[in-house]
Every structure is written in structure tokens, then in C-alpha cells.
């Protein structure tokens, strides 16, 4: 039997992945590519609802692309592709803009932080109606589940309501897809700031672990980290969230438990914990680095790969387009 399909993106919107991308969303795209017919997208069309500057833009899918491929995303098995490659996207993505009505599209409530940010008349169109083109990513590959975390769950029910509202009015063209929200994965946060999780958005790169950053640099920002004054090594997400956030990363890069951490580090400082962690970070980083500076040096061979993938998405995606159109007398 066929295997279920999985659906995730991810913008273009920095030049090197961080270290929560890699725990929270690479690492177990990695293992999830093994049980499903996966469609990974680097969502360049989701990117310009905010300014961009054009060139940055274009290394920057090349750069998060690559990353990709070097953490494990293996080309071979999994879609890995770019969205603007794949015209069906915008298609589909206006005839679902026809079916959302304006009040439920301004429930979302990523539109209404986002927009806040960018200052509300500056805010695009695009920006207001992202839930709709992320409907028509997951819609045309027939996805059954879609790998998220917690802040795209009412983008997911969207996408479902457009997915049974067309079905039900033009008869049944796609799979309604299930949600996977992903709560194991473990949370990272920002070294200097351990209560806020660790994002490219942060205020300083001081707190941002960033995979493609030298060891140095990285070594510097880890022995930096806030701690506390208690001087004991154990995992208190309350009292100790920086020690906390060190000891988590350490057990998900090495798979080993929290508690057999504490007890090597017993009686031990924390000097000595953030130099191992730094060690054991740069062993994990050091050939994702390696291979993405392989790739983007070869960009013949990185071009290759996008555009093998980008055929077999608009093979899919072009077939489900023609359903819909069909369906609707287009
Ligand atoms: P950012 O917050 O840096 O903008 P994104 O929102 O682009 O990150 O997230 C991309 C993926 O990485 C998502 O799957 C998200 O759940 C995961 N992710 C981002 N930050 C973290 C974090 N600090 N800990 C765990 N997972 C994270
Ligand atoms: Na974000």
C-alpha cells in the first residue's frame, strides 16, 4: 500500500538554520522521511508577504535548501523542493481564496500578531491571506498528515474547512488532512533569554545557536549562557531554565537520558557542562556545515536536485489542479 503523505514547509527567511529548527523540525523530518511519501517545500511564495530584498531572497533558498539536504532530507527519498518552482501553488491558492470568507480569514490569529508587528497599513494583502496559500501547499499533494507545531494548528483547521467545504460542494477532490502537532519535540530556548524559545526573530544573536556559524563562534555563545547562581547541575525547568535549556540540548543531541547527564555532571560546574555541550554541538554541526558548503559550492548539482524534485511535485500537484478546475467547470 501507498504511504501516507506528509506535508511541511519552511521560509527562506535566514541564512543558516538554528539549533531549534534542527531539534524541533529537522531531526524528526529526518526519521519521518523513512515512513512516509514526504513532501518537504521551501516556501519562497510565503516569504515575499513581508519585504525581501531579491538576491538574499534567491541564497537564502538555496542556503536553506542545502541545509536540509545536509541534515539528512534525502533527496532520493523525500520531495524536497521549491515553491515558486511549482505553479500550481498561486493557482489553486485563488480558487481557495474564493471559497474563505473575509471573517474567516481574519480569525487567524498569526495575521493579527504579524500585521501588528509590520504596523497594520503596512501589512500586505499577502500577509492576510498566507493561511490560504499554506491550504493549497498541503491540498494539492493530497496530504494526510501535516507535521506542525502548536502556533499552525488553526492554520491546519483552515485548511481542513476549505478542503470539506470543496468536496462538498464541487464533490470529492482532496484529502482532508490531519494535523500531527508535534508536543515530544523538545523546546529550545534562547541561551541569554532561557524563558523565550530560541528564534531568528530574537532582539540579539547573542542567545541563537546557528548550524552554520564556526565552532568559535558557537563555543563562545555556549559558554556565555545564562545560568544561575545555585551552582548545581539538574534539570528544574522552573527554578533553573538555563541549566534546564543546556541539559535539554545536550539529551537530544546525544539521545542520552536527562538523568544519566546529571549524574556525570555531579558536583562538577558549569564551565564544564558548556564545554562539553559545545563539543558535542560542534560534533553535530560540524558535517551538516561541511556538506551545505559542498552544495552551495556546486550549484550545477544543487539546481539538479531542485529541479528533479520540482518535477515530480508538479506531476502531483498539476493532476490534483486539474481535478479542482475540472470540478469547478474552469
Ligand atoms: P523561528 O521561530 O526561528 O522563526 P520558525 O517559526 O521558522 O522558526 O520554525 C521553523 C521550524 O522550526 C518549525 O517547525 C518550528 O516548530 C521549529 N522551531 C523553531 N524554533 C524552535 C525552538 N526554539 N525549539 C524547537 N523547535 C523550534
Ligand atoms: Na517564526
Known amino acids: ?78 520531495t524536497l523542493f521549491v515553491q515558486s518552482h511549482v505553479p500550481a501553488h498561486a493557482e489553486l491558492a485563488w480558487v481557495l481564496n474564493t471559497m474563505t470568507g473575509f471573517g474567516e480569514a481574519s480569525r487567524m490569529t498569526q495575521f493579527k500578531d504579524k500585521s501588528q508587528r509590520a504596523g497594520t497599513d503596512s501589512a500586505s494583502v499577502g500577509l492576510f491571506t498566507y493561511p490560504i496559500l499554506m491550504a493549497a501547499d498541503i491540498l494539492l499533494y493530497q496530504t494526510n498528515v501535516v507535521p506542525v507545531g502548536e502556533d499552525q494548528r488553526q492554520h491546519v483547521e483552515l485548511t481542513r474547512d476549505l478542503a470539506a467545504r470543496f468536496n462538498s460542494r464541487f464533490g470529492d477532490t482532496f484529502v482532508v488532512p490531519e494535523a500531527q502537532i508535534q508536543k515530544g519535540t523538545a523546546k529550545i530556548y534562547d541561551l541569554q533569554d532561557p524563558t523565550s524559545k530560541m528564534s531568528k526573530s530574537a532582539e540579539t544573536e547573542a542567545g541563537l545557536i546557528k548550524v552554520l556559524d564556526p565552532a568559535n563562534v558557537t563555543k563562545k555563545k555556549i559558554m556565555r549562557a ?67 558548503e559542498e552544495l552551495l559550492a556546486d550549484p550545477a548539482e544543487l539546481d539538479r536536485i531542485l529541479a528533479g524534485a520540482a518535477e515530480r511535485a508538479n506531476e502531483v500537484a498539476s493532476r490534483t489542479l486539474a481535478s479542482a478546475y475540472e470540478a469547478l467547470g474552469l
Not at 514547509?9 to 515512513?35: F, R
Not at 537520558?257 to 554541538?281: H, I, P, Q
Request: net charge negative.
Open 226 to 292: 545564562v545560568t544561575d547562581d545555585d551552582a548545581s547541575i539538574r534539570f528544574d525547568r522552573e527554578a533553573k531554565p538555563g541549566v534546564s535549556n543546556l541539559l535539554t540540548i545536550y539529551s537530544v543531541l546525544t539521545e542520552r537520558s536527562l538523568e544519566s547527564l546529571e549524574t556525570e555532571f555531579e558536583g562538577r560546574g558549569y564551565g564544564d557542562l558548556k564545554k562539553g555541550l559545545a563539543e558535542v554541538v560542534e560534533e553535530t554541526f560540524a558535517p551538516v556545515r561541511t556538506r551545505t
Open 1 to 78: 500500500p501507498a504511504k501516507p503523505v506528509i506535508f511541511s514547509g519552511m521560509q527562506p527567511s535566514s541564512d543558516s538554520l538554528h539549533l531549534g529548527n534542527y531539534i524541533g523540525a529537522l531531526s524528526q523530518w529526518t526519521q519521518m522521511q523513512e515512513d512516509f511519501d514526504a513532501y518537504f517545500c521551501v516556501v519562497n511564495l510565503h516569504a515575499i508577504t513581508v519585504p525581501q530584498d531579491p538576491k538574499e531572497l534567491a541564497a537564502r533558498t538555496r542556503a536553506t535548501a542545502a541545509q536540509y539536504i545536509a541534515a539528512g532530507i534525502d533527496p532520493a527519498k523525500s
